[in-house]
C-alpha cells in the first residue's frame, strides 16, 4: 500500500483563503492523545479514482507536526470541547487530502442551511467532513453524510470524508456520490 507523509501545518499555505490554523492544532490535539508525530491513518476512497495512486482504492497517510503546534495543543482540551475538536480535526484532514492529491483542491465554506460544509466550486461538488473517535460509528455517520451532502441547494454531487481518531484504528472513509445515489 502506498503511503504519504505530509505535515498538518501545510494546509494553511494550500488553502490561504481559510483560516485552518485553529484546525490545525484541534487536530493535533486530538492525534497527539493516541500518537506521537506522525500519527497513521488508512485512507479508503470509494467511487472516484486518483490519479497518483494507479486505480489502488487505499493508501495509507503518516501526518507530522511540529514542536510548536504541539505545544499549542495542549491547550486545546482547556479551551474547546471534545466534540469541537473532533470535528475540526477532521476539517483539517479533509483539507490536507484535498491540497494534496487534487491539482486544485480549493474548498470555501458553505453557508448554514446549505447541507454541506463547504464547496468545491472547480469541481462543482459539495464536501461534507465528520469525525468520530468510534469505529463503530463510522457506517451510520457515513450513510447519514452522504444523504446531508447531496441534499444541497445547488443539487450537486458529493464528497463525503469521515474521518475516524479511534485508538485502536485511525481511519479515513473518502467517498464521491452523485445525485441519485442517496436514494
Known amino acids: 500500500m502506498r503511503t504519504f507523509e505530509w505535515a498538518i501545518e501545510s494546509i494553511v499555505s494550500s488553502h490561504p483563503d481559510l483560516y485552518l490554523e485553529h484546525c490545525v492544532v ?3 490535539a486530538l492525534m497527539s492523545q493516541y500518537s506521537t508525530s506522525p500519527c497513521e491513518f488508512i485512507v ?3 467511487g472516484f479514482d486518483l490519479p497518483l495512486l494507479k ?3 487505499s493508501f495509507g497517510i503518516k501526518v ?3 514542536a510548536q503546534t504541539a505545544v499549542k495543543a495542549q491547550l486545546v482540551w482547556q479551551t474547546e470541547q471534545r466534540k469541537a475538536i473532533t470535528e475540526r480535526a477532521a476539517v483539517a484532514l479533509a483539507a490536507l487530502l484535498f491540497a494534496r492529491l487534487f491539482t486544485d483542491g480549493k474548498m470555501r465554506v458553505t453557508r448554514q442551511g446549505e447541507h454541506a460544509d463547504y464547496w468545491l466550486s472547480h469541481l462543482q461538488c459539495a464536501l461534507e467532513v465528520s469525525g468520530t473517535e468510534n469505529y463503530h460509528e463510522l457506517s451510520r455517520r457515513h450513510r447519514e453524510k452522504v444523504v446531508q451532502a447531496l441534499s ?5 454531487d ?7 481518531f479511534a485508538k485502536s484504528q485511525k481511519f479515513i472513509r473518502w467517498s464521491y456520490h ?3 445515489d442517496a436514494n
Open 26 to 28: 484541534m487536530a493535533v
Open 44 to 46: 479508503e476512497c470509494e
Open 55 to 57: 486505480g489502488e482504492t
Open 64 to 66: 507530522s507536526w511540529n
Open 152 to 156: 444541497n441547494p445547488l443539487r450537486w
Open 158 to 164: 458529493g464528497y463525503v470524508v469521515i474521518c475516524c
Open 178 to 180: 452523485q445525485q441519485g
